[in-house]
């Protein structure tokens, strides 16, 4: 399995229309994703969680991550996800980019 597996090269939205895409969580390492684009077209965030309940059993399970993407207006919109640490840009796990076009 690879860091950027399920990540689309492209998908279609309608306006108003929400989209999401699990990603592989590398934060036990230090590795975060960040994702940089969008505009008119389509906004987009990345989102963690939810966390365990506090009281729940410890396990070894990171906190669940995803893209969450919004067609907005008309358009297109390139998205680039990137998987590094912070603190050392140089140290990239993987990167990606998915086109959006919102109808």
């Given at each position: 399995?690879?860091?950027t597996e399920?990540i ?12 999401r ?17 969008g ?12 966390l ?25 919109a ?9 603190w ?10 998915v086109?959006v076009r919102?109808?």
């Amino acid at each position: 399995m690879t860091w950027t597996e399920g990540i689309p090269a492209q998908v279609t939205l309608r306006v108003g229309e929400q989209w999401r895409a699990d990603l592989r969580s590398g934060a036990g390492g230090g590795y975060l994703w960040t994702v940089q684009g969008g505009g008119e077209a389509a906004s987009c965030r990345i989102v963690t969680g939810p966390l365990p309940e506090a009281g729940d059993p410890p396990n070894a399970v990171v906190a669940p991550v995803a893209l969450e993407v919004l067609g907005q207006a008309p358009g297109e919109a390139v998205l680039r996800l990137r998987l590094a640490r912070p603190w050392d840009p140089a140290a990239v796990l993987a990167e990606a980019s998915v086109v959006v076009r919102v109808a």
